[in-house]
């Protein structure tokens, strides 16, 4: 049972486009939202990310978007650049008590062309 | 700067090997995981520990085992390794709040023939 579910599972994009990587999630416990960028041969880093409670968050050319009834959230990337190209994997955490679960996404594989 | 090494970065065994994966973090994280990543199927918890000698299943801890004797140190072990486990480990650290980062390790690349 995937309980984070993102799509394109690739996505390629002109220099100075906007990426967009979208995620759905099952479980309404879920309580925090991050999303991961992996480049090739390294592990992944902490891109931004969101809690329930909150729309929008931006962090200079990336965005948040988050549908609390629709259980979606995507990622925005303006202006997109070469090196943006990389692995993003949206994820979702339950931090019930010592219940902790954080759950990832497939991954979508960006690449952005100069 | 948190850093989070793995023992080795490729590592080929042998079909029924036992195998240890070590991962070292500098932060005195309380929080420690182990991953698979493989293509197409994004990352998948095998296990985590959120303290010494202290360990939780993650999706997949089917043929893993894992051990925590110092705080700094998170093995992933093997017991007889199988070709369906040709995978890519990350290893990573966190605080103890579930919401923090998860820092990550830069994978060790494990073959088995």
């Known amino acids: 049972q995937q309980q984070v579910k993102q799509s394109p599972q690739s996505l390629i994009v002109q220099k100075g486009g906007i990426s967009i990587i979208n995620c759905a999630y099952e479980n309404t416990a879920f309580d925090y939202f991050p999303w991961y960028q992996q480049f090739p041969g390294k592990g992944p880093a902490l891109l931004i990310a969101?809690?329930?409670?909150?729309s929008e968050k931006k962090e200079g050319r990336f965005t948040i978007s988050f549908n609390k009834s629709a259980k979606q959230f995507s990622l925005h990337i303006m202006d997109s650049q070469p090196g943006d190209s990389a692995t993003y994997f949206c994820?979702?955490?339950?931090?019930?008590?010592?219940?902790?679960?954080?759950?990832f996404g497939k991954g979508t594989l960006l690449t952005v062309n100069p | 700067d948190v850093k989070v090494t793995q023992s080795s970065r490729y590592l080929v065994k042998r079909t029924g090997e036992k195998v240890f994966l070590e991962c070292v973090q500098d932060?005195?994280?309380?929080?420690m995981f182990w991953y698979r990543q493989d293509p197409g199927l994004g990352l998948r918890l095998i296990y985590f520990s959120y303290d010494v000698k202290m360990k939780e299943k993650g999706d997949i801890p089917e043929g893993y085992s894992v051990s925590r004797e110092k705080k700094e140190r998170f093995s992933l072990i093997l017991e007889s390794a199988s070709t369906n486990q040709t995978s890519m480990y990350l290893c990573?650290?966190?605080?103890?709040?579930?919401?923090?980062?998860?820092?990550f390790g830069p994978g060790t690349r494990l073959t088995v023939l």
């Open positions: 969101i809690r329930p409670d909150v």
């Open positions: 994820a979702a955490i339950f931090s019930g008590g010592s219940n902790y679960k954080l759950t």
């Open positions: 990573a650290s966190s605080l103890v709040n579930p919401h923090n980062e998860q820092f």
């Open positions: 932060m005195d994280h309380e929080n």
